[in-house]
């Protein structure tokens, strides 16, 4: 169950975190600014469990990785978008952030709706109007490397050949 | 069986693969450069294993190199001193990464190397899988070796015909840019072929592969051919590549009954010089439609356009004439090697005499930390491959992309030029 905050598309890494602040590579720093500029709301009152819901190409531009940083930072539980940017896409699965495409969802989803997201199930279920719509099952690799809280954290205790067996 | 990227992939899996698939696969090199390489140390400590293959480390200073702040000095330095605490043979400041990678004979058909570089792209030219990663996986990679990728699927583009007297590649990619968009190529492979590109020289090619990461794709690619063989033969050292010794080194893989989620076809016979406008890259414009734009900074450089055969366009055009004085006209050449060889057959001194500034190789003005910064409200024309907004220095300051004949054109006006009514 969180709330969800809904952003624009093509939102870009310094729309995410301006560049400015990526002076810092500590998640709960990041996380202090994050959308600071597009909805600065949001880093005051995000809780954790609360889910992004983004427009087409979300995390274009660099290949920084403290935008995806920036979001687990602020504790949100997922990103559900039609489509992520490649390097972001990869950024955030290595570094623990769950991301969800459903174009279905992100039509039907307004802000503040209270949406539950099952990241193993891809279901998400928005409470607001009782719809349901279905993302592609997060692949077990993913699950993997979310759970440890990002690939570094995987490969202290795992060999990576443990991502896919 | 499969398309250019199924056939690596597969080689490298050591069973077939198809796109959608997600595969862990050993990777051959693993490239990074002074703005990446700090946080990629950082993953690397913190991980708290020991470097699988140092011979695979890759690490180029050519970012901001010679420093040009404390900033770029201290990341030097925490580089160099991590280079020599863990023996790393590899650390090159010969120019910048990509080019580098190729003319150091990194890079072989069939190989698989990641890069801390949205740019990586750029070794798909030689027909190696290439592609830009972030910092952190770098940094595992430098523990494990390997890098998960899910299989992309492919977009070809089949370029036919010749280009007309000054047309170049740099053209028919700006062209190609604006017709599949900033996100036309995301996640996707695009594989370059047809009778235009076989007839392509090595240097002319690099082109398509690198811009590829302008339309989003993951990896741009090019079969390799007698072209890709005869460049390796002759213009890199012999360097075997790490994985695969009793492979042959130089596999050339070919698409084989591909299944291609689009074909583009483009005649490049009547295509005309192209402009990227500011401020994206597919806001593309024949140059005729610009023409008399007046710009304040012409840059001649980066990974796209700054080989010794873009140097000789440049300097045959300005050959005993003067560029605009009111203009900068920098010229930064992509690799010292390309840098001697131009100075050896005279171009610099032809560049110089027609008042360019010369500088040492690397990115340069590219990423607008050094070496040519634009001011608020001034244009440039350049050979780079992407304008965003403030790369080059003030966001208020705005970014042309064209091919080095473009560019001489330019220099000598002070205004967006054709280069069809001065090449010689
Ligand atoms: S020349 Fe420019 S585009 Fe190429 S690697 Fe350097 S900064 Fe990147």
């Not at chain 2, 693993?30 to 140390?41: E, F, V």
């Not at chain 2, 590899?90 to 072989?108: K, R």
């Not at chain 2, 076989?198 to 240097?203: D, F, Q, R, T, V």
Request: with cysteine; net charge negative; charged share 20%.
């Amino acid at each position: 169950m969180g709330k969800a905050w809904t952003f624009g598309e093509n939102m870009n890494t310094d729309e995410i975190i301006p560049g400015r602040y990526n002076i810092t590579i500590d998640p709960v720093e990041l996380a202090k600014n994050v959308f600071c500029e597009v909805k600065p709301e949001y880093a005051k009152t995000v809780k954790p469990g609360d889910v992004i819901v983004g427009g087409q190409n979300f995390g274009c531009g660099s290949s920084r990785e403290h935008a995806p940083i920036a979001i687990k930072g602020s504790q949100a539980k997922c990103i559900i978008a039609p489509s992520f940017a490649r390097i972001f896409f990869r950024n955030a699965i290595n570094i623990g952030l769950p991301i969800l495409e459903c174009p279905e969802a992100v039509a039907d989803i307004t802000e503040g709706d209270d949406v539950d997201v099952n990241l193993s199930t891809g279901e998400i279920f928005n409470r607001a109007n009782g719809h349901r719509y279905q993302a592609r099952a997060l692949p077990d690799f993913v699950l993997k490397i979310a759970e440890a809280g990002g690939i570094v954290n995987f490969l202290k205790t795992h060999d990576i050949q443990d991502l896919l067996n | 069986m499969g398309t250019l990227v199924e056939e690596i992939f597969s080689r490298k899996a050591g069973r077939q693969v198809q796109a959608g698939e997600i595969v862990l696969l050993d990777v051959d090199y693993i490239m990074s450069h002074d703005n990446t390489t700090p946080l990629a140390i950082k993953a690397f400590r913190e991980i708290g294993k020991p470097i699988l293959d140092k011979s695979r480390i890759v690490i180029h200073l050519d970012h901001a190199y010679p420093a040009p702040n404390v900033l770029a000095a201290e990341n030097h330095k925490k580089i160099i001193e991590f280079v020599k605490e863990q023996e790393l043979p590899n650390l090159l400041h010969q120019g910048v990464c990509h080019q580098v990678m190729i003319e150091e004979g990194f890079i072989t058909p069939g190989a698989i190397v990641i890069g801390a570089d949205s740019h990586s792209n750029t070794y798909g030219a030689m027909g190696a899988f290439g592609a830009g990663l972030g910092s952190t996986e770098i940094g595992v990679a430098w523990v494990t070796g390997k890098c998960w990728f899910k299989v992309p699927e492919t977009i070809r583009v089949e370029l036919s015909g010749q280009t007309q007297a000054g047309v170049y590649a740099k053209d028919v990619m700006i062209h190609i840019a604006g017709l599949l968009g900033m996100d036309g190529g995301t996640y996707r492979s695009v594989e370059f072929g047809g009778e235009y590109i076989a007839n392509l020289p090595m240097h002319e090619r690099i082109v398509f592969p690198n811009m590829s990461t302008e339309i989003g794709a993951k990896c741009g690619l090019i079969a390799a051919d007698e072209v890709t063989i005869n460049y390796l033969e002759n213009e890199t050292p012999a360097r075997r590549r790490v994985l695969s010794e009793s492979k042959d080194p130089f596999e050339a893989l070919h698409p084989i009954n591909p299944r291609y989620e689009r074909i583009l076809e483009i005649d490049v016979s009547a295509l005309t010089p192209q402009v990227a406008c500011h401020p994206d890259v597919d806001n593309v414009k024949p140059l005729t439609e610009v023409e008399g734009l007046d710009v304040h900074e012409v840059y001649i450089g980066t990974c796209t356009n700054a080989r010794y055969e873009d140097l000789e366009i440049v300097a045959n055009m300005l050959k005993d004439k003067k560029v605009n004085p009111l203009v900068r006209v920098i010229v930064t050449p992509a690799s010292d090697r390309i840098y001697k060889k131009a100075l050896k057959n005279g171009l610099i001194e032809i560049l110089m005499d027609a008042g360019c500034t010369v500088t040492g190789s690397g990115c340069g003005a590219c990423i607008g930390r050094h070496g040519g910064i634009l001011a608020p409200g001034e244009r440039a024309l350049t050979t780079m491959n992407r304008n965003f907004i403030g790369r080059m220095g003030s966001p208020l300051s705005e970014i042309y992309l064209a091919s080095p004949a473009t560019a001489a054109a330019t220099a000598l006006t002070g205004k967006i030029t054709d280069p069809r009514g001065i090449l010689v």
